[in-house]
């Protein structure tokens, strides 16, 4: 066995080679700190590296899907698409990191296995599975919030004979379908986005549907050049737009300030005709309340099932795939040709919500007495999402307190950003946050934005540490939880809830709105970092 190489001393480790473990290099290196990404994979991009499903794209388009912090990337950048694909979006992050001189910065293939502070140093000491150890001022983890693949523990899974593929940890060499007969479990985002090219590869394809989801055209195409070129006229003055927003996008099409039940039935449909024609989340703006009163959202559910029926000629399929719970609830899916795809001879549905899957077999699958065979199998199942990552980590903050004790109950924090007893370390985009519910890479700036300032005003006041308060954190779960309260958001099984994962504590772990939470988070730190103890 080789010895672990000594410590090294840094100010800030940052967990993650993804669009924020990027960006919060480039502000540590800019505020005069050593620092030093490291992250697992081969190659920098966190999702858009992982997730290279066929039809992996982004759902919120790419002009605003994109850094803003620097003017001269945002004008030189081109993007192909009104929703770039996961190749492009890899380039785009490999771009970033050549064009910002990151790459030396960043320890590739270093799978970051725990870290614990050290009271006595007030450091963090990180250990990786090379068996080195960093021992840092700050620890910055960027792992994202969806990073945490979730393979539900079917029985026999092992024994499947061909190969099993999990949307968020693709294969980089192609994958072939060729000729073949493919089952795949789950029918959220990502399977909506692979479905449609699956079934025009394979012989056959079953999808296995727990839940019905509802999915918006998202009318994919070439940039159109006279967008780019108006964007761009303005960049800033767009982004800005972006941020009065609720999510931190979508200022081209605001949601309308009128209530679904305000107006008769033809204007009605005329208004949600007008959204589906212009496709994306803007469905859910054509009424203010859709998210926030359920009479308002059962109109825009039932107007889309209108859309299912009207597409998928089988009456039974378009019944199975008319989802029953309030549409915005569980993330809404973009699509291209999802429910159409269920019109092609090959492809089948298997509803498995009244019914669950009893087991893998070598040839395939059983569900409710019945086997359904194939020679690949593919898991859309999703993520562990929000805590996953630091939950499969060995995290110990003061006392050696586990992250799993700490958020046995739920993950407890301040402003998704901070953790009590859990001193300088700071989540990007973590529970708590409004992360869930934006553009993540507006939710990623602001979060790398104010932590970069946070470590320079401890410098700058001769502080060493700063770490959340038990009372300040409590007061933020609970207003997170109201937030929640007052939409439709608690009355499905959404991973916002953890409620995807057998055995995970409920607890609404997004916030919604982001100018009020951005506000938030400033007038914190004006305050000194009130709800934080300084030391
Ligand atoms: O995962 P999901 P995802 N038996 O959790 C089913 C982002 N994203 O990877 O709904 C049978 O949404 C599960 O069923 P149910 C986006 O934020 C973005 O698709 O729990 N089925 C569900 O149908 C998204 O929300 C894009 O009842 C089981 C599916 O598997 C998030 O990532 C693209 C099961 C999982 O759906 C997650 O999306 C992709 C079981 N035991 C992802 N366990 C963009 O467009 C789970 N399922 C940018």
């Not at 401890?458 to 308060?469: K, M, V, Y």
Request: a neutral charge.
């Amino acid at each position: 066995m080789t010895e672990p190489k000594p410590a090294r001393p840094l100010d800030v480790l940052i967990v993650g080679a993804g669009f924020a473990g990027l960006y919060m290099l480039h502000r540590a290196r800019q505020g005069g700190l050593a620092a030093r990404v490291v992250e697992s994979a081969p190659s920098v991009g966190g999702t858009w590296y992982h997730n290279r499903y066929p039809g992996a794209r982004v759902d919120i388009q790419s002009m605003e899907y994109s850094f803003s912090f620097s003017p001269a990337l945002q004008q030189a950048w081109h993007w192909s698409e009104r929703y770039a694909a996961q190749p492009e979006l890899l380039r785009y992050a490999n771009h970033v990191a050549d064009r910002f001189g990151l790459r030396d910065g960043i320890q590739l293939n270093t799978r970051v296995s725990g870290a614990a502070f050290d009271e006595d140093i007030e450091r963090w000491i990180v250990r990786a599975d090379t068996g080195e150890t960093w021992s840092v001022r700050f620890l910055v983890m960027a792992t994202g919030p969806l990073s945490a693949p979730n393979t539900p523990a079917f029985d026999g899974l092992d024994s499947f004979a061909g190969p099993v593929y999990h949307t968020a940890n693709w294969p980089h060499e192609p994958v072939d379908f060729t000729g073949k007969r493919v089952g795949i479990v789950g029918t959220g985002s990502s399977a909506v986005q692979a479905i449609p090219l699956i079934a025009q590869q394979a012989r056959e394809l079953t999808v296995f549907q727990r839940t019905a989801a509802y999915a918006v055209p998202a009318h994919n195409g070439p940039l159109d050049p006279a967008f780019e070129a108006r964007i761009k006229a303005d960049y800033a003055g767009f982004r800005a737009r972006n941020l009065r927003m609720s999510g931190g996008f979508g200022s081209e099409l605001p949601p309308n300030p009128v209530s679904a039940l305000a107006v008769g039935p033809t204007e009605r449909e005329a208004a949600f005709e007008e959204r589906w024609r212009i496709g994306g989340f803007g469905f859910l703006g054509t009424f203010h309340d859709i998210l926030l009163d359920e009479r308002a959202n059962a109109l825009a559910a039932e107007f889309v099932r209108g859309k299912i029926r009207s597409t998928v000629r089988d009456p039974e399929t378009a019944r199975l795939l008319s989802p029953k719970q309030t549409i915005g609830c569980k993330r809404l899916c973009v699509d291209t040709g999802y429910y159409e795809t269920y019109n092609r001879p090959n492809v089948r549905l298997v509803d498995v919500g009244e019914h669950p899957i009893d087991a893998i077999t070598p040839t395939g699958l059983e569900t409710h007495g019945r086997a359904y065979a194939f020679d690949a199998l593919v898991l859309a199942t999703g993520f562990d999402a929000m805590t996953g990552t630091l939950m499969r980590l060995d995290l110990r903050g003061r006392g050696g307190l586990p992250i799993q004790q700490k958020w046995r109950a739920g993950p407890l924090n301040y402003l998704g950003l901070a953790i009590a007893g859990f001193p300088n370390l700071f989540n990007v985009a973590g529970p708590g946050s409004t992360s869930a519910f934006t553009n993540v890479i507006v939710s990623i700036e602001h979060h790398v934005n104010w932590i970069a300032d946070c470590i320079a005003y401890l410098d700058a006041h001769g502080r060493s540490t700063i770490e959340a308060t038990e009372p300040a954190e409590s007061a933020w779960v609970a207003h997170v939880n109201a937030v929640a309260q007052r939409t439709v958001f608690l009355t499905c099984n959404s991973w916002y809830l953890g409620a995807n994962i057998p055995g995970k504590p409920r607890m609404f772990m997004p916030l919604l709105g982001f100018p009020p939470y951005a506000d938030k988070c400033a007038d914190v730190a004006n305050k000194g970092y009130e709800g934080f103890a300084l030391a």
